[in-house]
């Protein structure tokens, strides 16, 4: 497991970014390690092993691991030491994007011809998308408070 001491032996911090102090295999020096992954997550290989790079950032800046960060304005490639706060898995997605429809949380009921909210669980059946993404809000502020992403309503 790499350390603080010797991320910051290896690498520059600048702002989300970590940079080689010295050229390394014909990678020359303060270039950015890592490269994005198609979930558009940075990675790269410190010592022969794999890491996220915003788990390396963290590590350089705090001096140990979490099991888990959210990146606050939902960019996964944005790697600032301000963008990033451990989190639990079920606040990591709180603060998710919607999936299926132009609404988090909501899908529509053929079956009722209404649209659901839901939010680990049923929150209801409602006659508009709108309303159905208010009540999602609405229970999202409650389970998740602060990593909520909420609906941007029209």
Wanted: aromatic share 10%.
């Amino acid at each position: 497991m790499i350390t603080q001491a010797r991320l910051r032996e290896l690498f520059i911090y600048d702002t989300g970014r970590l940079l080689r102090r010295k050229a390394v295999k014909g990678s020359p020096m303060f270039k950015e390690i890592g490269t994005t992954k198609p979930k558009g997550y940075r990675v790269a290989v410190v010592d022969g092993k794999m890491y996220r790079v915003h788990h390396l950032v963290w590590m350089y800046h705090h001096g140990h691991f979490v099991a888990e960060l959210d990146h606050i304005n939902r960019k996964r490639s944005d790697n600032r030491i301000e963008n990033l706060r451990p989190c639990t898995h079920s606040q990591n997605l709180g603060n998710s994007r919607a999936r299926v429809h132009k609404y988090k949380g909501v899908t529509f009921c053929k079956i009722t011809g209404k649209w659901r909210a839901q939010l680990s669980g049923h929150l209801g059946r409602f006659d508009t998308i709108e309303e159905a993404a208010l009540a999602y809000n609405a229970a999202a502020i409650e389970h998740f408070g602060d990593f909520a992403h909420l609906n941007k309503v029209t």
